[in-house]
């Protein structure tokens, strides 16, 4: 079953600004990650934050997790054209499980 | 390093035939893979882990004897889609869990097999 909620399903914003996607999930976890999928293609690993951790940066992403709330958000600064495509997050309930995966950020950068 | 491939990456099938999907990890070795099955605009939903010498776990829901699993080695798991019908038409993606050690919670996903059944 789908754990994840994000929101916007869907986002569209001008080349330089930022994007900030939103993931909310029901049950406890280990860790949650973010993916992105570019059209009829594989996913692509970004980053993975753990349950003990509150927030983390990779380059252009900052990734907050906030186990009180049960959410998480990913936001990627001065976007880039080449950064559309689809955004997903997913939870693990423990550091060996299966992912679950939320409905999807659909994200368009205008250039 | 850490890549996974799928083969093949696109099969058009008439009603009623099987349809193998490889998943290959290329330098690495993963006692676990998982099997997603995505449809358009739509997230992954998992269909089953599969496990190295062992018997593949199913989602609720997923129908065993019509998706087969078998992970007949460190590197390969094949699912097979036997006589498929038009709503199985799908994108179908693997992903591999590596058996290093520190790296056991990522999983590396493969490009996706495009599955469209006449």
């Known amino acids: 079953s789908q754990q994840g909620e994000e929101d916007p399903q869907a986002l569209s914003i001008q080349e330089g600004e930022n994007a900030t996607m939103n993931c909310s999930y029901k049950?406890?976890?280990?860790?949650l990650q973010w993916y992105r999928q570019n059209s009829g293609r594989g996913l692509v690993h970004l980053i993975l934050?753990?349950?003990?951790?509150r927030e983390k940066h990779s380059g252009r992403l900052r990734v907050t997790l906030d186990t009180s709330k049960k959410s998480s958000s990913l936001l990627i600064t001065a976007s880039r054209a080449a950064d559309t495509a689809s955004y997903f997050c997913?939870?693990?309930?423990?550091?060996?499980?299966?992912?679950?995966f939320g409905q999807g950020t659909i994200l368009t950068v205008h250039p | 390093g850490a890549v996974v491939s799928q083969h093949p990456s696109r099969v058009i099938c008439k009603s009623g035939t099987s349809v193998k999907i490889e998943c290959r990890s290329l330098?690495?070795?993963?006692?676990?893979m998982f099997w997603y099955r995505q449809f358009p605009k739509q997230s992954l939903m998992l269909m089953a882990t599969?496990?190295?010498?062992?018997?593949?776990?199913?989602e609720q829901g997923v129908e065993k004897d019509k998706f087969l699993i078998n992970h007949a080695s460190l590197t390969l798991s094949t699912l097979t889609v036997t006589s498929a019908h038009p709503e199985d038409s799908s994108f179908y993606i693997c992903?591999?869990?590596?058996?290093?050690?520190?790296?056991?919670?990522?999983?590396?996903f493969g490009p996706g097999t495009r599955l469209t059944v006449l």
């Open positions: 049950t406890s976890i280990n860790n």
């Open positions: 997913a939870t693990a309930g423990t550091s060996y499980g299966k992912l679950t």
């Open positions: 599969s496990n190295e010498g062992s018997k593949a776990t199913y």
């Open positions: 934050i753990r349950s003990n951790e």
């Open positions: 992903s591999a869990r590596p058996n290093r050690a520190g790296v056991t919670d990522t999983q590396y």
């Open positions: 330098d690495f070795q993963a006692t676990t």
